[in-house]
């Protein structure tokens, strides 16, 4: 069964979206970033991996005031870490991780398109870690900012990309990435822009408070430590590896699958969210009865 968009009627206002239309929604971004130039992607990819740099910036601003030894250091470093999802996000750049939801809800509702979707993958990807590089380069290479504000930015690149083996990084980056595919599906649920950045806030506290590894997010912090010779650009390249290919794991099997399979998994899904409970037990009937007369046909 393919997914149909025109099946689904627009809520009343004040109601909850079904799971259906949620998937309408996410279906409809995942066709028009398909549809997208390569510069177009590109560029709006060098944007978010930019942004995403504000992560790491905003934690290092608190831990450089509160200093790393004080208690919860690290935590309050969190209350920051969501500023550059939310520019991201809310500024509708390319970021990859969100892109384990969307494109991918189009290849399985219509069994095509994995060459396109791989091309906005590889494409996104690099503007990505080109944008996080290029945030590194600005607050590590000029006079932007305070001695102890790199120090502070550079330690924390140095703590993330030191976080575990190469099994640590993947597995914890399967989390992040089942967190931020998650936040991308529920900010498809909501309708107003301050419930976007209250969704968007709240579950990437969590990637941020719980340390998970996020490819995008933690590169401007790791490159930042790199350009400041805390770590190797080695060093860097096993942890970007395993951090992005368990964000993918996280984001396309978690949450992709699942949502789609949710919807989809009945064949029945897409046409009973537009019907009425007794439409739907009045349909079951029918085909119930539809059967019997069948069987009745047969043995005669």
């Known amino acids: 069964m393919t997914f149909d968009n025109a099946n689904q009627e627009p809520p009343a206002e004040g109601a909850r979206l079904t799971a259906a239309q949620i998937?309408?929604?996410?279906h409809d971004t995942g066709e028009d970033e398909l549809k997208r130039s390569s510069v177009g992607l590109a560029l709006s990819g060098v944007a978010a991996g930019l942004g995403m740099g504000l992560t790491g910036l905003g934690a290092a601003t608190i831990l450089a005031a509160v200093g790393p030894a004080a208690p919860a250091a690290h935590l309050l470093a969190a209350l920051l870490y969501p500023i550059g999802f939310i520019v991201v996000v809310m500024g509708r750049a390319q970021l990859f991780t969100e892109n384990t939801?969307?494109?991918?809800?189009?290849?399985?509702?219509?069994?095509?398109?994995?060459?396109?979707?791989?091309?906005l993958w590889v494409i996104v990807f690099a503007a990505n870690i080109l944008g996080a590089l290029l945030f590194a380069v600005l607050v590590m290479k000029t006079p932007a900012l305070s001695a102890d504000l790199r120090e502070a930015l550079s330690m924390l690149g140095e703590k993330t990309v030191g976080s575990g083996d190469f099994a640590q990084i993947f597995f914890s980056g399967i989390i992040g990435g089942w967190i931020i595919a998650l936040m991308?599906?529920?900010v498809s649920a909501a309708r107003h822009s301050i419930g976007q950045i209250v969704i968007v806030y709240l579950t990437t506290f969590v990637v941020g408070a719980a340390g998970l590894a996020h490819c995008i997010a933690g590169s401007g912090e790791a490159l930042a430590a790199m350009l400041?010779?805390?770590?190797?650009?080695?060093?860097?390249?096993?942890?970007?590896?395993?951090?992005?290919?368990?964000?993918?794991?996280?984001?396309v099997l978690i949450v992709s699958l699942l949502n789609y399979g949710q919807v989809m998994g009945s064949g029945r899904d897409i046409e009973r969210a537009g019907q009425t409970l007794d439409e739907v037990v009045q349909d079951s009937s029918d085909r119930h009865e539809k059967e019997r007369n069948g069987e009745r046909s047969d043995d005669a």
């Open 23 to 26: 998937f309408a929604v996410a």
């Open 101 to 119: 939801l969307f494109p991918v809800l189009v290849v399985l509702a219509t069994k095509k398109h994995i060459v396109k979707t791989l091309r």
């Open 184 to 186: 991308a599906w529920l």
């Open 228 to 251: 400041d010779g805390r770590i190797t650009a080695g060093e860097y390249g096993m942890w970007l590896a395993a951090a992005a290919l368990g964000n993918i794991v996280g984001g």
